[in-house]
C-alpha cells in the first residue's frame, strides 16, 4: 500500500479558522480520502495562517506515514469519539479535517461548566467529563484552549482562560488521562471569537473551553498494521 510522509505537523489550538467537514461525508467515509492525500502541503498551510496570525502552533502532533486504509480505520475512531463527546453536558461537537489531519473539537459552554468568575470545573462538568475520559481510546491526544469575551482587561481575561483550561486538563489526568496525552494547555483572550462580543449572546459563545482530540502516533502506526 502506498504511502505519503507527513511533515511534523503543527496542530492548531484555537476556534479553529479552517473549513470543518463541510460535505455529507463522515470520517469513516472520508479516511481513506483524508489517508490517500499527501500531507506535504500541512507544514506550509499552518505556517501561513499563523503568519498572518490567524493560528496558534500547540507543538508537533503528527509526524507519520499514513496509509489509504490506515486513515479509514482512524476516521471510524474519531467518529466514535465523536459521539461520545456529545454525552457531555452543553458541549458543541464538531468533526473535521485540515489536509490529511483528523480531528475531534468539543467546545465546552463556560456557563454549565464554570460558575460565573470562577475556575473549578462545575458538579455537573465533572460527571459527564469523568464519563467521556472512561470511554475515550487511550490513544487520541489531546490540546485543551481557553477563551473569554471581551470584558475586562487581557491579563486577567488569559489568565483565567488559563486556569480554566488547567481545571479542564487536571480534572482529566484524574480520571486516567496521561499527563503525556495533553499536548498543549493554554489560555487566550478574546483574541478568537466566535461569536459577536457587542451582544451577552455572543459574550456568553465567546467565554468557551475547547478540547481538541487527535491521533497519537500511536494510533497511526497501529492502524497502518491492521491496514495491512
Known amino acids: 500500500m502506498k504511502r505519503f510522509k507527513f511533515f511534523a505537523i503543527a496542530f492548531l489550538c484555537l476556534a479553529i479558522m479552517l473549513p470543518g467537514c463541510s460535505s455529507s461525508l463522515n470520517n469513516t467515509a472520508k479516511g481513506g480520502i483524508i489517508g490517500g492525500t499527501s500531507g506535504a502541503g500541512v507544514g506550509a498551510l499552518i505556517g501561513g495562517l499563523i503568519g498572518k496570525g490567524k493560528g496558534a502552533g500547540i507543538g508537533a ?17 474519531m467518529d466514535k469519539a465523536a459521539e461520545q463527546a456529545k454525552q457531555i453536558e452543553g458541549a458543541k461537537v464538531e468533526k473535521g479535517e485540515t489536509d490529511g489531519v483528523q480531528y475531534v473539537k468539543v467546545t465546552l459552554d463556560s456557563g454549565i461548566t464554570f460558575k460565573t468568575n470562577e475556575i473549578n470545573l462545575s458538579t455537573t462538568a465533572q460527571n459527564s467529563l469523568a464519563t467521556f475520559a472512561s470511554q475515550l481510546d487511550p490513544q487520541f491526544d489531546l490540546a485543551i484552549c481557553g477563551h473569554t469575551d471581551n470584558v475586562g482587561t487581557l491579563e486577567v481575561n488569559k489568565r483565567i482562560s488559563k486556569q480554566r483550561a488547567q481545571s479542564v486538563a487536571n480534572f482529566l489526568e484524574t480520571k486516567g488521562v496521561a499527563a503525556s496525552r495533553l499536548k498543549s494547555v493554554e489560555g487566550y483572550d478574546y483574541q478568537y471569537p466566535v461569536a459577536s462580543n457587542d451582544t451577552k449572546e455572543g459574550q456568553a459563545q465567546n467565554r468557551r473551553v475547547e478540547l481538541y482530540l487527535i491521533p497519537s502516533e500511536a494510533m497511526i502506526a497501529e492502524a497502518n498494521s491492521q491496514a495491512k
Not at 502532533?61 to 475512531?77: D, E
Open 61 to 77: 502532533a503528527v509526524g507519520a506515514a499514513v496509509g489509504t486504509g490506515a486513515g479509514v480505520l482512524i476516521g471510524k475512531k
